[in-house]
């Protein structure tokens, strides 16, 4: 095994080729298989790597492509691999990644894309009166505001309010006090005297 019987000869088969016993020639490992000199098997190459037909050694997949239909495969947008693998991963929410990507890139702070995105255009501001919330622009409750971009809203100061979805906080009129959070004028309470 691993030799074949060419004029009369046992010759030793090259690497990349193979023989089981009795053969008179030697043949070329398939595709995404090689061998040392001498083989009567080709091996399979590991997955995240591949081969062309007749070779000795197996390519891991740079980083970017992913083995696919037998061949590394550049990944496409919104997706990317990392070197050795078997598939493209698709980008999370609120990141995106160009073609042959190695990572996904995440959007600015205060901005969403959904799953998949391919470009940083994907990446949409959260507008005033909402802020990134598990990985969404969310409305700001009553008694919070924020501004456009913003990751967070922020409860209104004491002797101020605002309704759900507010951009800023209104003051209470003067001489009114409110307690800090408020979320209507009503809120908004003269202290009396004597």
Known sequence: AGSAVVTGTCTQCTAGKFAVAGSTVCTNCAVNTFSAAGSSVCTNCDGGSTSAAGSTV????AAGSAVQTGSCTQC????????GSTTCTS??????AAAGASVCTNCA???TAPAGSTASADCTV??????VD?????QCTAGKFAVAGSTTCTSCSANSFAAAGASVCTNCAA????????????????ELCC
Do not use: D, E, I, Q
């Not at 980008?91 to 995106?96: H, R, T």
């Open 134 to 138: 598990s990985g969404s622009c969310t």
């Open 76 to 83: 496409t947008a919104g997706k990317f691999a990392v070197a």
């Open 109 to 111: 702070a205060g901005a």
């Open 91 to 96: 980008c999370s929410a609120n990141s995106f």
């Open 126 to 131: 959260c507008p005033a009166g909402s802020a």
């Open 58 to 61: 197996c390519t891991v997949c």
């Open 175 to 190: 001489g009114a006090t409110a307690p800090a959070g408020s979320s209507s004028w009503f809120y908004c309470l003269y």
